[in-house]
């Protein structure tokens, strides 16, 4: 990357600026509020009255990118990792507003001695229809061209953003609707065209709790790089009221027939340094840092992951430390298991017979960290998980998809450059929106994608 640092600009202009846009719509300021007609329309007076839909969002966004003391432009006063939010009743990157029984936010910053740990204990604020009024505009210029930018991205960095959504008025049906809007190329030999948005793996979920952490339980909408997030939420994905774990994945407290391989060291090639799940365009399910795993040889342990249950058991110890193990997976499979251990990692997975994929595995036999010599491993020092999956882009036809008015729902989006990423991305940039539609559910029994029938979007709201 460039040591230009072009990202100075992330917490107030580059990234998520346009939802200043959302913000002053869902503050009630007049800005894409429509009626639908065709609602709980009423006649009195000779006066024909249509209900109202007024949907409004608020957001925390947190960025993990380069320290504090090296670049505090990409971030609010809160310190790393707190970037913007609305309500920010102060405008120090952090979400707050007040209430009658004082200052509500998003975590109290006096209560830890890193911004890094307040921010993974904090949680997005519920709010109700009253208050909205209440809050002040977003505090920072919205950006003109996109809602979200990136731009001098270094390899490792992320970004998270989990937004409040709620009707105010009426039931109603929410999409979620992405749209790229801007790409560039660093001009480097290295890259047949810009490349970033093929880098970056992107998920969005619906955060139950508003921690902007994917959690175990929750349930992922979309994911894989963000070009193919972007592409599909092109088209809108319809939004579920009340999400269930099956919704994309199997519910791991369900016994699940798995066919998936099982993998050996024959599987297995080290990898320098440190790889990660993101460094191979997957996601972790998990990662099992060594003072967590079983040290005896016969124990076994079993952690839940957001998308399903690993069991663990170890088959060789040595030094105390865990050396060799067996694994079983319910409720989901694997792309790749990277165990770490030493300077370097043992990236376990295999090529399908064609060549250009990798098969899923549900199971694994004698797996380590690399050998330290012909027989002796190094000890397991971590293990990481790591899926593949794209989930519908529907919920199924029994799942509640009609908002109720006054509920805050939760839905998060976060991305990662991979740690391995060459300079074929060096200098690239990628601007994209993020928007919400919503559309009144009464007389409206058969819902269709307004991205896909623009010329209904006079029948709703949008904030983007």
């Avoid at 599909?232 to 994905?237: A, D, F, I, P, Q």
Wanted: aromatic share 8%.
């Amino acid at each position: 990357m460039t040591n230009e640092n072009n990202l100075h600009d992330l917490s107030r202009r580059k990234v998520l600026a346009g939802l200043g846009a959302i913000g002053v719509a869902s503050a009630g300021a007049g800005l894409g509020t429509t009626a639908y007609f065709s609602d709980d329309e009423t006649f009195e007076n000779n006066t024909l009255t249509a209900g109202q839909l007024d949907l409004s969002v608020t957001w925390q966004q947190l960025y993990y990118g380069g320290p504090q003391a090296t670049r505090p432009g990409d971030y609010g006063d809160a310190e790393r990792p707190f970037v913007n939010a609305y309500p920010d009743g102060d405008g120090n990157g952090l979400q707050s507003f007040e209430r009658d029984n004082g200052v509500h936010e998003y975590a109290d910053l006096s209560a830890y001695d890193d911004p890094e740990e307040a921010a993974k204990a904090g949680t997005n604020l519920e709010f109700a229809c009253a208050e909205i009024a209440t809050f002040e505009d977003p505090s920072f210029d919205p950006n003109d061209d996109a809602l979200i930018e990136l731009d001098d991205v270094k390899p490792g960095d992320s970004g998270e953003v989990t937004f409040g959504i709620k009707l105010c008025d009426n039931p109603g049906y929410i999409w979620l609707n992405g749209d790229l809007v801007d790409e560039t190329d660093g001009g480097h030999a290295e890259s047949d065209g810009a490349q970033l948005a093929d880098e970056i793996q992107a998920r969005a979920w619906y955060d139950t709790n508003g921690n902007n952490v994917f959690d175990v339980g929750e349930t992922p909408i979309i994911g894989g790089s963000l070009r193919e997030v972007l592409t599909m939420l092109n088209e809108g994905v319809l939004l579920a009221y009340d999400p269930a774990p099956d919704l994309g994945v199997p519910d791991p407290n369900e016994s699940t027939e798995l066919d998936g391989i099982t993998l050996t060291e024959d599987d297995c090639e080290v990898v320098p340094r440190n790889p990660t799940c993101e460094d191979f365009g997957l996601f972790r399910a998990i990662k099992i840092e060594s003072e967590d795993l079983p040290t005896t040889i016969g124990e076994s342990e079993t952690y839940s992951t957001p998308v399903g249950d690993v069991t663990i058991a170890a088959t060789d110890v040595g030094g105390g430390d865990l050396r060799e193990f067996d694994f079983q997976l319910s409720g989901f499979e694997v792309s790749a298991v990277i165990v770490k251990g030493g300077a370097d990692g043992n990236v376990c997975r295999r090529a399908d017979s064609d060549g250009d994929g990798y098969l899923t595995a549900a199971f694994g036999d004698g797996l380590g960290a690399p050998f330290r010599t012909e027989t002796e491993r190094y000890g397991v020092s971590h293990i990481s998980f790591c899926y593949d999956v794209v989930v519908p882009e529907e919920p199924p036809e029994d799942t509640p998809v009609c908002f109720e008015p006054s509920n805050t729902r939760f839905i998060a989006l976060e991305w990662t450059l991979s740690t391995v990423v060459g300079n074929e991305v060096q200098g690239d940039s990628v601007a994209f929106d993020l928007s919400f539609y919503a559309e009144q559910c009464r007389h409206n029994p058969d819902p269709v994608s307004p991205f896909e029938a623009p010329d209904d979007a006079e029948d709703a709201e949008i904030a983007s």
